[in-house]
């Protein structure tokens, strides 16, 4: 169970590989990339005993790798994986201006490390427990960004229920003082005409009284 071949390409230039000298891999990885696409990233394809593992980037690097048949499909994604992370370390998004096989050397160097790590047993399991502790932080990063996101999501929403209660408190209280006002206005004559007439009432009553006071002093 091993890997025996490796490349980074851009498009379908091949930037870096290692071994050198391997034109039946090289020339059938460039083939593979044409099935290929963003919505399906990984692909691997098996030609003769050899499995062909791809992963296209999102910014136009493919990582191509060989591996026999054999070879579990989580060590080989594990593998691109790494190799991945190996090219971002190294160059970030600066290789659009790299020419064919510019990188054979330097990069080679990384891709036979990487891939001699992953021929040892040992290092490979270990590699392997790494990929998933790395996997669990990133699923536990992202649940709590949800939770973080869910809770600023309620916090807004509890403002804005309170915000509405308070508009709908004044809009209370101004139904209310707008009520008062228009039964005011609707009652205000009736009320000036009971007063009227009550006044006159006690008028007259007064003035009766008055006058009947007077004629009993008289009679005496």
Not at 5 to 29: M, N
Not at 69 to 92: C, H, M, P, S, V
Not at 98 to 124: C, L, P, Q, S, W
Request: proline share 2%.
């Amino acid at each position: 169970m091993t890997f025996v071949y490796a490349t980074v390409l851009r498009d379908k230039t091949p930037l870096a590989e290692y071994p050198l000298g391997k034109p039946e891999f090289s020339s059938a990885a460039a083939s593979i990339l044409s099935q290929i696409t963003i919505e399906s990233p990984r692909f691997t394809a098996q030609q003769a005993n050899y499995l062909f593992t791809t992963m296209f980037d999102t910014d136009g690097i493919t990582y191509v790798c060989v591996s026999d048949k054999t070879l579990d499909a989580r060590i080989r994604n594990t593998f691109i994986n790494e190799l991945q992370r190996e090219w971002r370390l190294k160059y970030g998004s600066s290789c659009s201006s790299f020419a064919a096989h510019e990188k054979d050397a330097e990069f080679g160097a990384v891709i036979e490390r990487v891939m001699n790590n992953y021929n040892d047993e040992r290092t490979r399991k270990l590699n392997i427990i790494k990929e998933n502790l790395t996997e669990a932080q990133n699923e536990m990063s992202k649940n709590m960004e949800v939770v973080f996101d869910r809770d600023s999501k309620l916090m807004v929403m509890s403002d804005k229920a309170d915000e509405v209660a308070d508009q709908s408190q004044l809009f209370y209280q101004g139904a209310t003082d707008l009520r008062r006002k228009m039964c005011w206005q609707k009652y205000k004559n009736i009320v000036l005409i009971v007063v009227v007439v009550v006044i006159v009432l006690i008028v007259l009553i007064i003035a009766y009284s008055l006058k009947s006071s007077k004629k009993d002093d008289k009679d005496k």
